[in-house]
């Protein structure tokens, strides 16, 4: 297992005889590779899902997004990740409704065009609960305990796109 994660998660992962050092000699090489091709092939090599990240990037780029509707999306995918009520939707979901308000915030609604819907699978309307709950969360937020998000994204640095008032009007 630790050869899989280092591999996964590591920039160098550990060689093969570092293991076997670890392991105080007691598997060889061999045992190792073998072991690791059957917790692969258990797992049949799902080792991930999707998070929103990765629908986010996407469908950034497929919408050719401006710098700010690209820190103002992953902003308020960030402000999603704090609110335990946001689990109930898809990750693709999240990711697009976060892009759809920004997009709306920034008067730039013509990107969700139908290559977005057709990349996507989502249009204005299904993404309508999800919207609507991340504007409610966002608003609530700006009083809560959680601020580290919109500090971060206050700043310069990400064009102060925490500061934008979105809406779901």
Not at 18 to 32: L, N
Not at 94 to 116: F, N, P, V
Request: hydrophobic share 40%; net charge negative.
């Amino acid at each position: 297992c630790m050869l899989i994660a280092s591999k996964y998660e590591e920039i160098y992962a550990p060689e093969l005889s570092d293991f076997v050092t670890m392991s105080d000699k007691a598997f060889d090489v061999d045992d190792i590779l073998r072991m690791e091709g059957v917790i692969l092939n258990v797992l049949k090599f799902n080792l991930t899902v999707p998070t929103v990240y990765k629908f986010l990037r996407r469908y950034l780029k497929v919408a050719g997004a401006s710098f700010q509707i690209q820190h103002h999306a992953t902003y308020i995918v960030e402000r999603t990740l704090q609110e335990y009520s946001m689990l109930r939707y898809l990750p693709s979901t999240t990711a697009a409704a976060a892009l759809w308000l920004s997009l709306k915030a920034h008067d730039s609604l013509e990107l969700w065009d139908e290559t977005m819907i057709r990349v996507s699978k989502y249009t204005p309307e299904t993404l309508g609960d999800c919207a609507c709950e991340i504007v409610y969360l966002i608003q609530k937020g700006k009083s809560g305990m959680l601020q580290a998000v919109d500090k971060k994204y206050s700043s310069s640095k990400y064009m102060n796109v925490g500061e934008i008032d979105i809406d779901f009007e």
